[in-house]
């Protein structure tokens, strides 16, 4: 989708400068992984947060970067960056390993299997941690024709009601979550917290037992408790900035 790193990290620069105005939750923000972080530019932007205060004040979150290249010559250059040479879908070397948020812009499409890796990965959140998915949608409408582009590495197809599927039974809330997908835009973004509840067999939980675990939005459940099922078109979502966007408009 890009052309390098630097128009990968400007594109996650939208998302990351919306964190930005929240003060508490950068400061809540104690240790982070970049799941598939490439050359380290987002990695780099969490490392170097600062408060918003008239002196500001480093904020040191100890950064974490996770890919399969050799190494990452961005850690060198700060003592709260590591990196660790892994598939990005194992999440982390050390199960006892917990991290505030998960960041994964631009890598989520490469997974094999999505939900096993949701699934590890809500593992290796601290409890109420963060999940941030960045992703884009390969599904589009061309001169009234629907058009499915296939990347190489990718082998499954994404989409709002996709997501907030596999993140709830991997046991992530989408409830209180935030979405979203502008109708000329191809990407994807989903952010859902570790919720009390573990992983569940996708082959046997029902998307009533996700409405009833209060896993699902709000319209999500009310969809589902309607049809049994969900459409993109119950969809009213929040964002970052506080907008809500009706998907059935």
């Known amino acids: 989708m890009f052309k390098n790193h630097e128009e990968s990290h400007e594109h996650s620069l939208e998302t990351?400068?919306?964190f930005y105005e929240y003060?508490?939750?950068?400061?809540s923000v104690g240790t982070l992984a970049d799941l598939g972080c490439g050359a380290g530019l987002d990695l780099e932007w969490w490392a170097t947060r600062t408060t918003r205060d008239d002196v500001p004040q480093?904020?040191?979150?100890?950064?974490?970067?996770?890919d399969l290249q050799d190494s990452l010559p961005v850690a060198h250059r700060y003592p709260n960056i590591v990196y660790q040479r892994n598939d990005f879908e194992q999440a982390v070397d050390?199960?006892?390993?917990?991290?505030?948020?998960?960041w994964c812009h631009d890598?989520?499409?490469?997974?094999?299997?999505?939900?096993?890796?949701?699934?590890?990965?809500w593992h290796a959140t601290s409890d109420g941690g963060m999940l941030v998915l960045i992703l884009p949608q390969t599904a589009s409408i061309v001169r009234r024709q629907l058009i499915h582009t296939q990347q190489n590495g990718c082998y499954h197809h994404h989409s709002l009601v996709s997501l907030i599927h596999q993140l709830a039974v991997s046991g992530w809330d989408c409830q209180n979550g935030f979405f979203l997908k502008r109708p000329s835009d191809?990407?994807?973004?989903a952010i859902a917290y570790k919720s009390t509840h573990?992983?569940?067999?996708?082959?046997?939980?029902?998307?009533?037992?996700?409405?009833?675990?209060q896993l699902l939005p709000e319209s999500a459940a009310e969809g589902v408790q309607s049809r049994g099922h969900l459409t993109h078109s119950d969809l009213i979502l929040p964002w970052l900035d506080k907008n809500f966007i009706h998907y059935g408009e």
């Not at 003060?23 to 400061?27: G, S």
């Not at 890598?107 to 990965?121: D, E, H, K, T």
């Open 16 to 18: 990351l400068n919306l």
């Open 23 to 27: 003060d508490d939750f950068m400061e």
């Open 58 to 66: 480093p904020l040191e979150i100890k950064c974490t970067g996770i």
């Open 94 to 102: 050390a199960p006892s390993t917990k991290f505030d948020v998960l």
């Open 107 to 121: 890598a989520f499409q490469y997974c094999i299997n999505p939900v096993a890796a949701l699934s590890r990965w």
């Open 186 to 189: 191809p990407w994807l973004h």
């Open 198 to 213: 573990q992983p569940m067999d996708p082959r046997t939980t029902t998307w009533y037992d996700l409405a009833d675990r």
